[in-house]
């Protein structure tokens, strides 16, 4: 399935949708395609070739109109509440886009404070994890192999400074927990946990599954004593 904004990999922008746009099912199309230096078949990395496709059918996304019927189909009464309902929510993501932002702002303020130096093994070692989920995130989107490698590839600088600051954070908050007496209980996991699964509507068994196996039940806790 291909989106004339969302060009093949190593074939030509405007070239993509200048040929994408227009097609109509039954037909034939090639573009000039450069392998990159992350395809997955190594003989054909940095070459240049063809890709071809045959349209089998045209799907168009066409916009709902917004009236009473709208409305209902999504549980409400008419138009107003809907409006109603949307101010709501916009208004209630506002706060907890501004509560986040001071939270944040307040937790480098705290880490820029208080410097010191981290093992380099286990910096390391965070970086692979993180990059590791980022790889796992990318297949599920069903991005090609050389597409996750260039993407993993350019995320490592990012994920190095990242996992400084995320190790300096648990260090942090686990001496400013011990100085208050603070700590994080098997229920205060349980109950995160149970959060979690609810607000992605799946099995609490799933969530620990996914931090065991990416190895963020570190993160977890974190969240936990932010």
Same mark, same amino acid.
């Given at each position: 399935q291909?989106?004339p904004?969302?060009?093949?990999?190593?074939?030509?922008?405007?070239?993509?949708?200048?040929?994408?746009?227009?097609?109509?099912?039954?037909q034939?199309f090639?573009?000039?395609?450069?392998?990159?230096?992350?395809?997955?078949?190594e003989?054909?990395?940095?070459?240049?070739? @063809?890709?071809?496709?045959?349209?089998?059918?045209?799907?168009?996304?066409?916009?709902?109109?917004?009236?009473?019927?709208?409305?209902?189909?999504?549980?409400?009464?008419?138009?107003?509440?809907?409006?109603?309902?949307?101010? @709501?929510?916009?208004?209630q993501?506002?706060?907890?886009?501004?509560r986040?932002?001071?939270?944040?702002?307040?937790?480098?303020?705290?880490?820029?404070? @208080?410097?010191?130096?981290?093992?380099p093994?286990?910096?390391?070692?965070?970086?692979?994890?993180d990059?590791?989920?980022?790889?796992?995130?990318?297949?599920?989107?069903?991005?090609?192999?050389e597409?996750?490698?260039?993407?993993?590839?350019?995320?490592?600088?990012e994920?190095?400074?990242?996992?400084?600051?995320?190790i300096?954070?648990?260090?942090?908050?686990?001496?400013?927990?011990?100085?208050?007496?603070?700590?994080?209980?098997?229920?205060?996991m349980?109950?995160?946990?149970n959060?979690?699964?609810?607000?992605?509507?799946?099995?609490?068994e799933?969530?620990?599954?996914?931090?065991?196996?990416?190895?963020?039940?570190?993160?977890?806790?974190?969240?936990?004593?932010?």
């Amino acid at each position: 399935q291909l989106n004339p904004n969302i060009p093949i990999a190593g074939t030509d922008t405007g070239a993509f949708k200048g040929t994408i746009i227009g097609l109509v099912k039954g037909q034939d199309f090639a573009l000039p395609i450069e392998f990159s230096a992350h395809f997955e078949v190594e003989a054909q990395r940095g070459k240049k070739g @063809t890709v071809r496709g045959h349209v089998h059918g045209v799907q168009r996304v066409m916009r709902a109109p917004i009236d009473d019927s709208l409305a209902k189909d999504i549980g409400l009464d008419d138009l107003d509440k809907l409006k109603a309902e949307l101010l @709501t929510q916009i208004g209630q993501r506002k706060e907890i886009a501004e509560r986040l932002r001071q939270e944040e702002s307040i937790l480098q303020q705290i880490v820029e404070a @208080t410097p010191f130096d981290l093992p380099p093994s286990l910096v390391q070692r965070q970086v692979e994890i993180d990059l590791e989920g980022y790889r796992q995130r990318l297949t599920e989107q069903g991005r090609t192999k050389e597409e996750i490698d260039a993407a993993v590839d350019r995320a490592r600088t990012e994920a190095e400074d990242g996992a400084q600051r995320k190790i300096r954070m648990v260090f942090l908050f686990e001496a400013i927990a011990k100085s208050k007496g603070v700590r994080v209980e098997e229920s205060d996991m349980l109950g995160e946990i149970n959060a979690i699964a609810k607000h992605h509507d799946v099995p609490a068994e799933e969530v620990v599954r996914h931090y065991r196996e990416n190895n963020r039940f570190g993160d977890l806790q974190l969240g936990i004593l932010e």
